[in-house]
């Protein structure tokens, strides 16, 4: 498969020869960890299907890995071959991407909430030869839904469940100690991947038409992240708490890789609760945690949290959506953890973030400044920069960035000197830290997820009630943004909420792609050339913020 790369090699040695891009892929990091302590504990999961909770050492994911690698190879995974992760947070996805790593695989993290639409465009994209799914999570069973679109994916060849039955029970895959052969080492040292061989497609919501495949390499992510490291001072006496799920770009960069290259362990839980998650945090003495604006409000919001001793907790880190400035107060006032804010997106990691000795205003007024290594830069639309405090739009360089979306290097969206446009605008402050003041691109942001705005509108329009629809996003406390359909009627039509969602959910979209207000208007508002105004929907959308 042609990638459609966008890595030139200049690229690689400038980056690699002034120190700024490692050159250490994953494995690198577990060797060492192996070579200190094999036994000590790398993951304990949470599994809310089975009630078990699961404990790793760093020895044991090292051996299992070996054992699914080899799997993979005898079932025809070759280098730069796609294998498709839809998991929750359990230990099997933190195992299969060190598996794909070991036999130069290319790990495409899909997140659970995706049914057929996107699934059948994700897979047939990538071209993907694998897919390992969950027998069932939140009530939902995913071997009936792969089932349906296997036929319009002649790429995949096989699909294997956690937790299943017969053949295609994921656990088939790690029955033999297949690491235990005489060759066994040899063939996975031949197809051990490169710094800059591609080993993460991770989409990204997409603002007109079909999402976009973002490539990462070793040197793409582990860079960054030793630059994030540094920046929270984290080390091997650390833990990290990850509710965020490892689909999800944050999930993956600090809650599998940045484990791993500390040699510590992750805590994972795979269905967001508050309770539970606090519960885990003292049980664990976790130090660190990143996750959107909903995850902080339930924890500092919770009736009975002071009965829990998080006093171990330092860092929490929150990015994707403004953080309230109540909510900062009450932390800083209740807790001992500092919240820190950021900015970040699929294609470049947590490019911005506050420090941990900033004054906790800084949290709710800016989005940080740039880590090391990483430079930002507003700009006006003649292409000037933009004077501090006048709002632009936002360009990104540096380490963090990405390699390029899958097939389509015309997107890549990158000028000549590197500078990236992120798509948002923001406004500098005069200590250089940024503050996000809207999108230019069509998107609402719920829960730190993405919500491609465009494919939601595209399937509405097929309703039959439906003539006109436009997305925009309701302001909301907790999630940052919730769904708000604006439609108008075809003739006679009708249509209420409970109509959206039951065609959506007919229709195969992810629930998290479901509207939570519709309103219905007789005429869309436009300009003099007919363009729907959405910043007036917008400015009408903030009254039905609950």
Known sequence: MDLGLTLPQDRIDELVRSGVWINRTILDYLDDVLARDPERPAITDYNGETGQSTSLSYGEIDR????????????GVGVGDVVAV?????????????????????????????????????LAFAESKVVIAPSKFRGFAYKPMIDSIRGDLPHLKHAFYVNGEGAEAFETLLREPLEEAADADAILAARRQDPNDVTEIIYTSGTTGQPKGV????????????????????????????????????????????PIMLGIEVV?????????????????????????????????????????????????????????????QKAAANFTFKVLSAWGMTECAASTVCSPDDAPEKSWTTDGGPLPHTEVMVQRIDGSPAPQG???????????????????????????????????????????????????????????????????????????????????????????ELGCAFVTLQAGGS???????????????????????????DDMPRTPSGKIQKFKLREMAKAFAR
């Open 64 to 75: 299992l890995s070996r054992r699914l690698g080899l799997a993979l190879i005898d079932l």
């Open 86 to 122: 839809q998991l929750p947070n359990w230990w099997q996805f933190n195992v299969l991407h060190l598996a794909c790593a070991r036999i130069g695989a290319i790990t495409n993290p899909l997140m659970p909430i995706f049914r057929e639409r996107e699934l059948n465009f994700m």
């Open 268 to 328: 994972l839980l795979d269905r967001w609760s508050a309770p539970v998650g606090v519960e885990l945090m003292q049980k664990h003495g976790s130090t660190f945690t990143m996750g959107a604006t909903p995850f902080l409000s339930d924890v500092v919001e919770m009736p009975n949290v002071q009965d829990f001793d998080l006093s171990k907790l330092r860092t929490f880190v929150s990015a994707g959506a403004p953080i309230p400035p109540a909510l900062v």
């Open 390 to 480: 006048e709002e632009g739009v936002l360009k990104v360089r540096g380490q963090p960035m990405f390699v390029g979306y899958l097939k389509k290097p015309e997107l890549h969206g990158t000028d000549a000197d590197g500078w990236f446009d992120t798509g948002d605008n923001a406004f500098m402050h005069a200590d250089g830290y940024i503050r996000i003041t809207g999108r230019a691109k069509d998107i609402i942001i719920r829960g730190g997820e993405n919500i491609p705005v465009a494919e939601v509108e595209d399937m509405l329009y097929r309703h039959p009630a439906v003539a006109e629809v436009a997305v925009v996003g309701i302001p909301d406390d907790r999630m940052g």
């Open 215 to 258: 490539m990462h390499t070793a040197n793409s992510t582990l860079s960054t992240l030793t630059t994030w490291i540094a920046h929270h001072d984290l080390g091997d006496d650390d833990s990290v708490f990850m509710a965020s799920p490892l689909a999800h770009q944050t999930g993956f960069l600090y809650a599998i890789l940045t």
């Open 495 to 521: 249509l209420d909420l409970a109509g959206v969602v039951s065609y959506l959910d007919e229709k195969g979209t992810a629930k998290q792609y479901w509207p939570e207000h519709l309103e219905v208007i």
